[in-house]
T-cell receptor, first 111, second 113 residues
Framework: KNEVEQSPQNLTAQEGEFITINCSYS?????LHWLQQHPGGGIVSLFM???GKKKHGRLIATINIQEKHSSLHITASHPRDSAVYIC?????????????FGKGTKLSVKP | KAGVTQTPRYLIKTRGQQVTLSCSPI?????VSWYQQTPGQGLQFLFE???????NKGNFPGRFSGRQFSNSRSEMNVSTLELGDSALYLC????????????FGPGTRLTVL
């Protein structure tokens, strides 16, 4: 079983819909990261959080440390949001700089 | 502020050859991490350097190695290339470690024939 699981693997939405991507992890963590990867490969860090909730524009990320679960929400989705969204965690103990990644969620937003 | 740069962006090699990839971090960032991305395995951690020292290493064979210079620029080397080494190699820099936000480079697409 992967230490970081994401769901769904693929998601198709209509423009304007509210989107939720889920991430569950099984290890103790210091931080959780949400990343966005567009076709072509470039990765952008969207959020890094260790508790609570963060918001940036139409994106909201939440984390529940007790339940080892995080969600990424996109409000009023737009075709330019189409990308792969990747959840990654930094282990609580052990080596710094060691990110463990989920397999990613491929989002396609149709106009 | 200039972002993370990686060179070359694309590379084609044949089995048995070796390759060196370069990563220049954001100015002031001292931690550089390397990752491999393949369709089958997704993103996997290769190693992390901080102040010219390898601080952590993922589960990759010894053919994969790296180093960091005094200006924080980093290189990774893969010797005796195998077909399975074909991947997107990404580096990311941060101020100190993965508890800081990581900034990714555009990646180097390596194809092994």
């Amino acid at each position: 079983k992967n230490e970081v699981e994401q769901s769904p693997q693929n998601l198709t939405a209509q423009e304007g819909e509210f989107i939720t991507i889920n991430c569950s992890y099984s290890v103790g963590i210091s931080a959780l990261h949400w990343l966005q990867q567009h076709p072509g490969g470039g990765i952008v860090s969207l959020f890094m959080l260790s508790s609570g909730k963060k918001k940036h524009g139409r994106l909201i990320a939440t984390i529940n440390i007790q339940e080892k679960h995080s969600s990424l929400h996109i409000t009023a989705s737009h075709p330019r949001d189409s990308a792969v969204y990747i959840c990654a965690v930094t282990r609580l103990r052990g080596s710094q700089g060691n990110l463990i990644f989920g397999k990613g969620t491929k989002l396609s937003v149709k106009p | 502020k200039a972002g993370v740069t990686q060179t070359p962006r694309y590379l084609i090699k044949t089995r048995g050859q070796q390759v060196t990839l370069s990563c220049s971090p954001i100015s002031g960032h001292r931690s550089v991490s390397w990752y491999q991305q393949t369709p089958g395995q997704g993103l996997q951690f290769l190693f992390e350097y901080f102040s010219e020292t390898q601080r952590n290493k993922g589960n990759f064979p010894g053919r994969f190695s790296g180093r960091q210079f005094s200006n924080s620029r980093s290189e990774m080397n893969v010797s005796t290339l195998e077909l399975g080494d074909s991947a997107l190699y990404l580096c990311a820099s941060s101020l100190r470690d993965a508890l800081n936000e990581q900034f990714f480079g555009p990646g180097t697409r390596l194809t092994v024939l």
